[in-house]
């Protein structure tokens, strides 16, 4: 995906928790991203995400890879470049928490049972983009500088 795609509207990876939640505290369930995530990102990101029932949320364990097009900071070529990160988030179940919890900022469940696990996914991506990018580390940068004497 293009860097600018990560910016713009989350992309969505929806998981229906409805059953989990039903079964024992303990239960869990793990996921390739291919199953959750839509079609616009499903290339770009790859991994597994496991969602444990705990007794008062559900917990997100996950290690994923994505591959993002971004620009080159010296040649201004456009590269894919790989982002590798751990996740771990909980959902707090709503009928367990109140008013106090969101004040915290945590993250509740919705009340249709679905999380959406993109915005995290792009925040974590995000976060591992570097400031300055570079194609190769020894990039020569643009061709036609270098030939007017810039280096
Ligand atoms: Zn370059």
Redesign the pocket.
């Known amino acids: 995906m293009k860097a600018e795609e990560l910016k713009g509207e989350p992309f969505k990876a929806l998981v229906d928790v409805a059953q989990l939640l039903r079964e024992p505290v303990g239960s869990s369930r793990s996921y390739c991203t291919d199953e959750i995530i839509n079609e616009q990102a499903r290339a770009s990101v790859q991994g597994k995400v496991t969602l444990i029932h705990t007794r008062q949320a559900i917990l997100v364990q996950g290690k994923l890879n994505v591959e993002v097009e971004i620009i080159?900071s010296?040649?201004l070529?456009v590269f894919l470049y790989p982002v590798a990160f751990n996740i771990e988030d909980e959902f707090l179940c709503t009928s367990n928490t109140l008013s106090s919890s969101e004040e915290q900022g945590d993250v509740t469940i919705s009340s249709d049972n679905v999380l959406d696990l993109g915005e995290i996914i792009r925040q974590n991506t995000l976060l591992n983009l570097p400031m300055k990018p570079?194609?190769?580390p020894d990039?020569a940068g643009i061709k036609e500088m270098s030939s007017y004497g810039f280096t």
């Open positions: 080159c010296r040649c070529n570079l194609c190769r990039c």
